[in-house]
């Protein structure tokens, strides 16, 4: 069983930076992906990024590339998303989601880190 816990959210002004993590505990872990997603108030779960965990390579959502990057430490079995010029509407709960294996579904999920952007 692998366990996920996001951590470093909070308040933000709009075109401040913020990192969040995503930390795994549990079993040896070694997923195909680690993705990051946000569900903004009354609006739907979304893809915000991913990346391979051993390559390395990255995808985003097509508004995200630029301001978002998303990055992975492997000796701490954690992936980081770094937040970059804040907007009002990147305010949401980010959750990060663990893909085991390449097409399979994203089999953990983390609890959660609000983040929260004034304007």
């Known amino acids: 069983q692998v366990q996920l816990a996001e951590s470093g959210g909070g308040l933000a002004q709009a075109g401040d930076s913020l990192r969040i993590s995503c930390t795994a505990s549990?079993?040896?872990?070694?997923?195909?992906?680690v993705g990051w997603f946000r569900r903004a108030p009354g609006k739907e779960r979304e893809f915000v990024a991913g990346i391979t965990w051993n390559s390395g390579s990255t995808h985003y959502r097509d508004i995200m590339e630029g301001r978002f990057i998303i990055s992975r430490d492997k000796a701490k079995n954690t992936v980081y998303l770094e937040m970059n010029n804040l907007k009002p509407e990147d305010t949401a709960v980010y959750y990060c989601?663990?893909?085991?294996?390449?097409?399979?579904?994203?089999?953990?999920w983390g609890q959660g880190t609000q983040v929260t952007v004034s304007s």
């Open positions: 989601a663990a893909e085991m294996t390449l097409g399979s579904a994203w089999e953990y």
């Open positions: 549990g079993r040896t872990f070694s997923p195909y992906g």
